[in-house]
């Protein structure tokens, strides 16, 4: 799988080693930075990571700030990213599986490495179901994208 991952500086050191799992597992890996702990902001990586996925670029994102919340809220201003905050190995592979998430945010001060894999590989290997009502609910999500959407 192609997957784009990014950080802040508080999601730096975390970042350089899921890409290192990903890479040891045989994923491309796209690493749109930042590339060190020097101060910067986390919206700017966000957008970077959606353009990515929203051109073709990688099929999912890993997107790491101090605490994921930031970074979320970022990258779910874009249409047609669903980011999910996820410190737990069910909501990161039921999010992709009800929700269609393309984008797993974690909050580097918050999960260790260990459960940083653990969430990561959750997300890469489950798919959206394509049931009924989880494709109602994902068009609903995307009508309410369309309203509220604002042109520059």
Known sequence: M?????????????????????????????????DSTEPVDYPDYAEALGKAILDGRAERGVLICGSG???????????????????DTYSAHQGVEHD????????ARVVAYALAEELVRAFIEASFTNEERHRRRLEKVKAMEKRYARNS
């Open 2 to 34: 192609r997957i784009v991952i990014g950080s802040d500086h508080a999601g730096f050191e975390l970042k350089k080693h899921i890409a290192a799992y990903l890479s040891e597992r045989k994923h491309e890996v796209l690493d749109i930075g930042t």
């Open 69 to 87: 919340v930031g970074a979320s809220v970022a990258a779910n201003k874009m249409v047609g990213i669903r980011a999910g905050l996820c410190h």
């Open 100 to 107: 269609d998430t393309n984008v797993l945010v974690l909050g």
